[in-house]
């Protein structure tokens, strides 16, 4: 007998929730063979309906402005509207109605992570979120499933493509620094409103992320020593290169004392690197990751930490992962 098809609800259709849509169109069929059922997009939730969006007709039919609607039957809901609220509240809905949620919001997991795990264990269905961190790059999924048997020593990376795209531009090409941030803006690597990047709060948020799975510590944005790279001149740039060293934004979390109670100190800041460092030759957009273990010793993830496709890759992950949990 054929099983149901499994129902994914959408919310948001940005650039990420789109390439969602696409490639969930694009691979049905190779999902289904995977799965052994049928994954079916049954609504997409946006704010604004008239936004133009790169759709196929079929999915834009499913354009709605009606949230709770596209929540009441899903089996799985993919949250990618960003912000705090009122991502929080249709996450919490979705639990409540027996949804597996996965997200791609950053911001909403360091900040409301624990009460959204709480209500997603309550209603006994999983929460994840691979690409809220370095979007195609599983680092989650390597530290929170590969390294449990591992003591994780030390977490370190570039963990923001933006600002990492400003410094390339800087260190690598000479291009001074106001006149980077200004480049990077017109190419879409910054937002119209830069200030989460270079201030490094979006990298604050992955790192606050990353502790809490590595460590199971009850880690917040106040615990991180916070320094973004608004305040760089050109002047920094040009001892850094004197010195031959590259200055990237380096998002760092460091475990002391015994593996049972650790004392984990987390801190985002711009670092004059040597020019051979593993980080400092992770150019444009990219990401990197180094993980120091006890056993393992130093590991490097590197890739592709932005984009609408990249990140879809991390969400359609998770999607496979949870449906596999669907009755």
Known sequence: MTQAPIRVALLGCGTVGSSVARLMSERADLYEARLGRRLVLTGIAVRNLSTQRDLSAANAELLTDDAASVLADADVVIEVMGGLEPAASLMSEAFANGAHVVSA???????????????????????????????????????????????????????????????????????????AVRQAGELGFLEADPTEDLQGIDAAAKIVILARTAWRIDASMDDVH??????????????????????????????????????????????????????????????????????????????????????????????????????
Do not use: C, W
């Not at 309550?122 to 590969?146: D, F, Q």
């Not at 273990?293 to 930490?305: C, E």
């Open 226 to 327: 916070l320094q973004g790279i608004a305040d760089l001149s050109d002047a920094d740039f040009d001892q850094a290169q004197a010195a031959g060293q590259v200055i990237k934004l380096v998002a760092t979390a460091n475990a002391t004392g015994s593996a049972r109670a650790p004392r984990v100190e987390l801190s985002v800041r711009p670092v004059p690197l040597p020019i051979d460092h593993p980080l400092a030759g992770i150019r444009e957009g990219n990401n990197a990751l180094m993980i120091e273990t006890m056993s393992a010793g130093p590991l490097l993830m590197t890739g592709a930490g932005a984009g609408g496709d990249a990140t879809a890759s991390a969400i359609l992950g998770d999607l496979m992962d949870v449906a596999r949990q669907v009755n």
């Open 105 to 179: 919001n950053k911001q909403l997991i360091a900040h409301r992570g624990a009460e959204l795990h709480e209500a997603a264990a309550n209603a006994g269905v999983e929460l994840k979120y691979e690409a809220a961190v370095m979007a195609a790059v599983p680092v989650l999924r390597a530290i929170g499933e590969s390294l449990p048997g591992d003591e994780v020593k030390t977490i370190s990376g570039i963990v923001n493509g933006s600002t990492n795209y400003v410094l390339d531009l800087v260190s690598r090409l000479g291009v001074p620094f106001e006149d």
